[in-house]
């Protein structure tokens, strides 16, 4: 099959991601004797900057990490929770039904940083100084400005003209919109990362990284943020202006936390994902309705593979909005959702035919409910506000899209898989202090009592970020993800499928037409859903689209370079590292040597 570019190989390590710099930041600190996790935490750093419309310092990061000198794999949970205040009766007396998108009032404890934080104090090798150096160097002196930022940022320019004007100060300056290929620096981030740096003081290097910690959760950063939060109130997507309830005392009694991760066994491999606080189990309810049919036997770009993949994903996602939630309020059933007998009925749902119909399962002692009524919300996206969502997602798949991913593995067999996201420029309003706003995850509970994702406070909101780690044989193998959304556990199941199934290369099967399913409700505002809607990308046959209307399905062609931003890093018992990155956007890249 054509690929765009060679298959990166190599025995000293290699780095993969959704931006060059932070690609090439993490190979460089490979070569000056960092690890993984080191080389991880400053690309992840990087991309902040690189990338601010689609993560930033005040976003969250979801972790998976195999650590060679244990043997052990563990899930890093960076995903922050909600304010102390955030209850389902404040939205009522506010008179609102859905959180918002955008503002103050979906703000969550930014995770982010305290996920790299606890991933370098534990696992990696150098001090937090040294890996924010890159980070610091490019907020600055600059970046260079892709298409999709200029674009994102003229997308809200009157937004930031007329109300956010925090934001336009940093995002429009001299009151322009950055042209692209042009440098684009921040300051004001480079102050505060500077500030951290002085305030990293201690007598051993996990003393200095906890001192940052401190500084920002306990210190400066977490009283702008409380400063800001009581004092102003800017205009969402309700249409009103509203005062956030994210205070400085929720950051103070929040930290990341160390995990062990969900897993799934598959014809040999291993998927393990993070918890069900994310929709990463949803990759593993696909494979196990999946094992029942015979995908090697099928056209990997066909008509039956692209059905039987749909059809088994129509039924996972159904699972997740019936069932998943964060684990310290809800008990999520997985054993029984990951198990055969559960999965053999199920299986029977999947016919010739597209179905319709949103169908969970049914597990005893669980009452479900999910919204059938999620697709007549479709108007409301006449009238939202830019910003609004999962940023960036075109309405035939993603280019230059809504999240960052990166992969990185080094000579001592150490693996790193992260889908850093959240905090993006167009989420709220830039605390003018530190240069950077806050995410905006807690759009994706629901104001309704007793469902797993009820709004509550202290909870982790399901998080749509979604990085994948695979074992082969019960060896470590593959790091890999995609941003995009609801997409992350479609195109990342698929790329797995086929390197499987269909013995694919990284970089060919990144490269194959992919496809994805808008079936049930968004995690994000306005919590849309359009069933039976399907995008292929364009350099499908067009007999396959025909077949698949002719099956039922809602099915659309896309661009021809329109379906996911997949990457993905894996090694061979040989020691040969290969690496593989997404073409589509002109933007991701893998290296190595």
């Given amino acids: 099959m054509f690929t765009t570019r060679p298959e990166i190989a190599g025995t000293f390590g290699v780095v993969a991601s959704t931006h060059w710099l932070a690609s090439q930041v993490g190979m460089a600190v490979l070569e000056r004797g960092g690890n993984a996790f080191d080389a991880a935490c400053a690309a992840a750093f990087t991309l902040q900057v690189a990338e601010p419309h689609l993560n930033g310092p005040g976003g969250d990061a979801p972790i998976i990490l195999h650590d060679a000198r244990t043997g052990a794999q563990r899930v890093v949970c960076g995903q922050g929770v909600t304010p102390q205040a955030a209850t389902i009766a404040k939205f009522r007396d506010l008179d609102i039904d859905l959180i ?12 982010a940083f305290d996920a790299w934080c606890l991933l370098l104090r534990e696992w990696g090798t150098w001090e937090l100084t040294d890996v924010l150096s890159f980070a610091i160097g490019y907020a600055a002196n600059g970046v260079p400005i892709v298409p999709r930022i200029s674009a994102t940022i003229e997308g809200v320019r009157l937004l930031f003209e007329q109300e956010w004007k925090s934001s336009a100060a940093v995002f429009l300056p001299g009151g322009n919109v950055p042209k692209p290929h042009s440098l684009f620096a921040r300051p004001s981030l480079a102050a505060t990362y500077q500030r951290i740096c002085q305030e990293a003081t201690g007598t051993t290097r996990e003393a200095r990284i906890d001192a940052a910690r401190n500084a920002w959760y306990r210190g400066f950063v977490a009283e702008a943020v409380d400063r800001f939060f009581r004092s102003n109130a800017v205009l969402d997507v309700t249409g009103r202006r509203n005062r956030g309830l994210l205070a400085a005392d929720d950051l103070v009694r929040w930290s ?241 499928l086929r390197m499987v199934h269909h013995n694919m290369g990284i970089q060919e099967t990144i490269d194959a037409p992919s496809f994805h399913t808008e079936h049930w409700p968004s995690s994000f505002w306005p919590r849309i859903a359009r069933p039976g809607k399907v995008v292929i990308e364009g350099r499908f046959p067009v007999s396959v689209l025909a077949e698949l209307r002719a099956r039922g399905h809602k099915a659309e062609m896309g661009e021809a370079w329109s379906e996911g931003r997949l990457s993905g890093a894996r090694i061979e018992p040989d020691g040969q590292m290969f690496a593989g990155a997404n073409p589509r956007g002109m933007q991701g890249y893998a290296v190595g040597r």
């Fill in 100 to 111: 918002p998108a955008t503002g103050l009032l979906p703000a969550v404890v930014p995770g």
């Fill in 256 to 496: 990341a936390t160390v995990e062990d991760p969900v897993d799934y066994h598959y014809h040999g491999y291993t998927v393990l994902k993070c918890g069900p606080w994310s929709q990463g189990p949803v990759f593993l309810q696909q494979l196990a309705l999946l094992r029942g049919f015979d995908l090697g036997a099928m056209d990997p770009c066909g008509t039956e593979f692209t059905h039987t993949v749909i059809e088994c994903a129509k039924l996972a996602f159904a699972d997740r909005e019936a069932y998943y939630g964060d684990p310290n309020f809800v008990d999520v059933p997985l054993s029984t959702l990951l198990s055969e007998p559960y999965n053999t009925e199920r299986r029977k749902l999947v016919g010739y035919n597209a179905s319709l119909e949103l169908r969970p399962g049914e597990v005893p002692g669980y009452t479900t409910w999910v919204d059938h009524n999620a697709a007549a919300r479709a108007s409301r996206l006449a009238s939202a506000a830019a910003g609004a969502g999962e940023p960036t997602v075109a309405r035939l798949g993603v280019i230059g899209a809504d999240t960052c991913h990166l992969d990185v593995i080094d000579r001592h067999g150490n693996m790193v898989s992260a889908t850093p996201s959240g905090g993006w420029l167009q989420s709220s309003p830039v605390i003018p202090e530190l240069g950077f706003c806050m995410g905006t995850r807690g759009q994706m509970f629901w104001l309704r009592e007793g469902l797993p994702t009820s709004l509550a406070p202290r909870k982790r909101p399901r998080t749509t970020l979604s990085p994948s780690l695979a074992l082969r044989d019960g060896k470590p193998w593959m790091a890999f993800g995609t941003p995009g959304g609801e997409q992350q556990d479609q195109w990342s199941p698929i790329m797995f």
